[in-house]
C-alpha cells in the first residue's frame, strides 16, 4: 500500500450538482458521507445527470444543518439532511434500481421550475443497498456512477494543463479526492493506500464522458479539456482521468 497525501477533499451532496470542498471528510461503509446522497429523477423516476441537464452546474450548494441550493437567479431553497416525505419508491440509476424517499414536493416543485422540467428530489434510503461490484455483492456506494470514491493525482492534473497551456478547472472531473506523492496517472497504477483507519484499493480506471466538457460556471459545453485528453488518454475507443476506489474502514481522512 502507498502513502499519500490528500491535499483537497470533496463531496457532491446532489449528484450532478457541484461539489463541496471540505477540510476533513468522514467516510463510513458507503464511501465519502453524504456524497451524492441525494439525486434528482424523471417522471419516469430514472437519474437525471449533467449528462441530459448541463445546466445543473449552474447551482450552488452549502451544507450545514440544512441543505441549502441557490439558482443562478439569486433564489434559495433549503431541506433538511434526514427530510423525506411520502412512501419508499425505487428509483433508477443506470442498471440498478435503489430504494429512496422524495425530500419534499416544496422542493422538487422548486427544482422543476427552474429546469423547466418535472423532476424530483429524492434521498437514498439509509437501508438501501446497491453493489458497486459484481464479485463482491456486500459492496455499497450511494448514487454514484461506479463507485465509492474517485481519486486524481495532482500530477496528472499538472500535466493536462502543461499540455493545454492554461490551468483546468479541478470541478469539471469531479474527483474526491486530490492527492500528492504520486507522478502523473500513477493512480492508476498502485493496488491503493491507506490514511488513518481507512483503506482505499484500486478498482479501474476512470473512463471520461461529456461532463467534463462543461463548464462549470456557465453550463456550456466546451472542446477542451477532451480534446487534449484524447490526444494522450485514449484507449480502446475510451478516454480515462482519473481512478475509481473502494474503501474499508470507517473514520475521518
Not at 4 to 19: M, N, T, V
Not at 42 to 50: A, P, V
Not at 171 to 177: A, G, K, W, Y
Amino acid at each position: 500500500m502507498s502513502e499519500i497525501r490528500i491535499l483537497e477533499r470533496y463531496i457532491y451532496p446532489i449528484k450532478s450538482f457541484p461539489g463541496l470542498r471540505l477540510p476533513k471528510m468522514e467516510i463510513d461503509e458507503k464511501g465519502p458521507v453524504l456524497d451524492r446522497q441525494w439525486m434528482l429523477v424523471d417522471e419516469n423516476n430514472s437519474f437525471l445527470t449533467m449528462r441530459q441537464r448541463p445546466d445543473l452546474t449552474l447551482f450552488r450548494v452549502s451544507l450545514g444543518n440544512f441543505v441549502e441550493l441557490t439558482w443562478k437567479d439569486g433564489d434559495m431553497m433549503d431541506f433538511g439532511l434526514s427530510e423525506v416525505e411520502g412512501e419508499s419508491m425505487k428509483v433508477k440509476i443506470w442498471k440498478d434500481e435503489v430504494k429512496a424517499h422524495e425530500v419534499s414536493g416544496e422542493v422538487s416543485e422548486w427544482l422543476s421550475s427552474k429546469l423547466d422540467q418535472k423532476v424530483k428530489l429524492v434521498r437514498m434510503d439509509d437501508d438501501a443497498r446497491r453493489a458497486f461490484s459484481e464479485d463482491d455483492p456486500d459492496s455499497s456506494t450511494r448514487f454514484t456512477d461506479s463507485s465509492p470514491v474517485l481519486v486524481l493525482s495532482k500530477a496528472s492534473l499538472e500535466l493536462l494543463d502543461m499540455k493545454i497551456g492554461k490551468k483546468v478547472a479541478t470541478s469539471r472531473f469531479r474527483p474526491n479526492l486530490v492527492v500528492d506523492h504520486l507522478e502523473a496517472h500513477q493512480e492508476d497504477l498502485i493496488e491503493g493506500f491507506y490514511i488513518g483507519r481507512v483503506e482505499f484499493h484500486f478498482l479501474k480506471k476512470a473512463s471520461r464522458c461529456r461532463v467534463i466538457q462543461v463548464n462549470p460556471l456557465t453550463g456550456e459545453l466546451t472542446d477542451e479539456p477532451m480534446k487534449t485528453l484524447s490526444e494522450y488518454r485514449k484507449e480502446d475507443g475510451k478516454v480515462f482521468f482519473g481512478s475509481y476506489y473502494s474503501t474499508k474502514g470507517m473514520g475521518t481522512v
